[in-house]
C-alpha cells in the first residue's frame, strides 16, 4: 500500500508570509495522482491543488503552488501572501490511476497569525 | 448539486449497538470511500469501492463492514459498536481518473461510543 508522509505536524507563519508544507510517498507505480487538501475547522475537505505525475510542470492555484520532485518522491505546497483563512488543516494524499485506494498522510496544522 | 450525502451528522451509541452510516453521491462516480479521522492520525481508509458490485479493505477495517448497494450508495455498517470506534467519519467519492480527478467528500459524521 502506498504511504504519505507529512513530517510537520504544526506550522506557522504570519501573514503576507510565505510557508512551505511538506510532504513524501512511497509508491511502485510511474503514473499518479497527488492532491493538497485543506480542512478548516468546518470539518469540510476542500481541494487546494492536485498534480498528476506524469505532467512535469508544477500545479499553480492562485497563491497555491506545488514543488514535485518525481524521483524523489516529494510533493510540497507553497503558499503565498499567506492569509488568514488559510488557517487549516492541510492533508497531502496520493491516488492510484486506477483510482482505487486514496490514502492520505497525517495532515499540517496551519496557523497564519496576523 | 448535492455532491456527496452523509447521514446522520452526529450520533451516540452504547457499546454493543449497531448502526449504518449511509452514503450516497450524484456525480456518477465510480469509486467511493469510506475513512475515519482521529486527532494526530489524519484520515485512515477503512474501506473503498472501486466499482459498483465490488469493496476492499483498506488500512483499518477490523470492525465494520460496507455494502455497495449500487452505483450511487456506499454505506458503513458497525455491528457492535466499541468505544474505539469514535471517531469522525467521512465518506468520499472519485472520478478516478483523468485530467480532473479529485476526490469529493460528504460532510461527516461525528460518532461517539459511550
Known amino acids: 500500500a502506498q504511504t504519505v508522509t507529512q513530517s510537520q505536524p504544526e506550522m506557522s507563519v504570519q501573514e503576507a508570509e510565505t510557508v512551505t508544507l511538506s510532504c513524501t510517498y512511497d509508491?511502485?507505480?510511474?503514473?499518479?495522482?497527488l492532491f493538497w487538501y485543506k480542512q478548516p475547522p468546518s470539518r469540510q475537505m476542500i481541494l487546494v491543488i492536485r498534480q498528476e505525475a506524469y505532467k512535469q510542470q508544477n500545479a499553480t492555484e492562485n497563491r497555491f503552488s506545488v514543488n514535485f520532485q518525481k524521483a524523489a518522491k516529494s510533493f510540497s505546497l507553497k503558499i503565498s501572501d499567506s492569509q488568514l483563512g488559510d488557517t487549516a488543516m492541510y492533508f497531502c494524499?496520493?491516488?492510484?490511476?486506477?483510482?482505487?485506494?486514496?490514502?492520505f498522510g497525517k495532515g499540517t496544522s496551519l496557523l497564519v497569525t496576523p | 448539486n448535492a455532491g456527496v450525502t452523509q447521514t446522520p451528522k452526529f450520533q451516540v451509541l452504547k457499546t454493543g449497538q449497531s448502526m449504518t452510516l449511509q452514503c450516497a453521491q450524484d456525480m456518477n462516480h465510480n469509486s467511493m470511500y469510506w475513512y475515519r479521522q482521529d486527532p494526530g492520525m489524519g484520515l485512515r481508509l477503512i474501506y473503498y469501492s472501486a466499482s459498483e458490485g465490488t469493496t476492499d479493505k483498506g488500512e483499518v477495517p477490523n470492525g465494520y463492514n460496507v455494502s455497495r448497494l449500487n452505483k450511487r450508495e456506499f454505506s458503513l455498517r458497525l455491528e457492535s459498536a466499541a468505544p474505539s470506534q469514535t471517531s469522525v467519519y467521512f465518506c468520499?467519492?472519485?472520478?478516478?481518473?483523468?485530467?480532473?480527478?479529485?476526490?469529493?467528500f460528504g460532510q461527516g459524521t461525528r460518532l461517539t461510543v459511550v
Open positions: 509508491t511502485s507505480e510511474s503514473n499518479y495522482y
Open positions: 468520499a467519492s472519485s472520478n478516478g481518473e483523468g485530467a480532473d480527478t479529485e476526490a469529493f
Open positions: 494524499a496520493f491516488m492510484s490511476n486506477s483510482g482505487y485506494a486514496l490514502n
